[in-house]
């Protein structure tokens, strides 16, 4: 009988959840930043090996929120906590020991998903620390290669349930190319521009031609004030040009096509604390609200 379940890496912002999930999957799903907070909504990687199929959510980083998006975002990964099957509690290596869960997450109840701490960042200890952690927990590096997944991922298929695939075996996620634009815009954001700007950067797809080559994709980014506005267009369109260009290559690998991408920038003041146009941009009210 085949093996599948839902597993949530989970943990405190900027303690390796894209990255390891990308590399699980082998694939540049989730964005990548060295600040924190850059993962907004959960992003959904599947990874299918013989019998087994993992489905991975890579969550927003549980924080205490400042405004109503970081609200949102807290309460995404604490709902999806309740839906998975197993919980991988990720932490720094170089930051060990790992809190308690439930006391990073302010849980009231203890999580009925199994929940397994796992190190990341281990090529960042010495030798004989690694040692000493892997007495309690795993310890992986997204670095490497992929020569510490191998041993996580036998530790986490003990735990899925046996049941039928939800998914194809060749199918490598779960969301719409549309989310995934949206994704590598505010990647590509994070990267090229400074200071608060990437934290109040959204972008929404108007308009998608998949049946053109190249690929028409035409896209509206918002910033929150007109000053940023000139900021993320940049001297003669160089900035704009540059974001457009460094999330174009993560499309056209994602899609297997050529991208041409149509970028457009609006201002949409304080959206971060609009629970309209958080709802717009698809972070819902709480199911609890």
Known sequence: MPRTGHIALAGAPNVGKSSLLNALIGQHLAIVSPRAQAT?????????????QYVFHDLPGLLDPAY?????????????LERVDLV??????????APAFNTLARLDHPLEATLLTV???????SAPRRTELERSALVV?????????PR?????REHLPERAFAYDPDDVGTQPVRFFVVEYLREAAFDLLEDELPYGFAAEVEEFREAERPVYIRVTLFVERESQKGIVIGAGGATIKAIGAHARRRMEELIGAPVYLDCWVKVLPHWRKSAAALTR??????ETS
Do not use: C, N, W
């Not at 190190?119 to 200890?125: I, M, R």
């Open 40 to 52: 907004r909504l959960p992003v959904t990687g599947l990874r299918t090996e013989g019998d087994t």
């Open 68 to 80: 109503l998006m970081q609200a949102r975002m807290r309460q995404l990964a604490l709902e999806s």
């Open 88 to 97: 991988l509690h990720l932490h720094p290596a170089p930051e060990a020991p």
């Open 119 to 125: 190190y990341t960042k281990g090529d960042l200890v």
């Open 141 to 149: 590096s997204a670095t490497d290669g992929g020569a510490t997944l």
């Open 152 to 156: 996580l991922l036998s530790r986490i």
């Open 281 to 286: 941009f698809g972070f819902p009210e709480s």
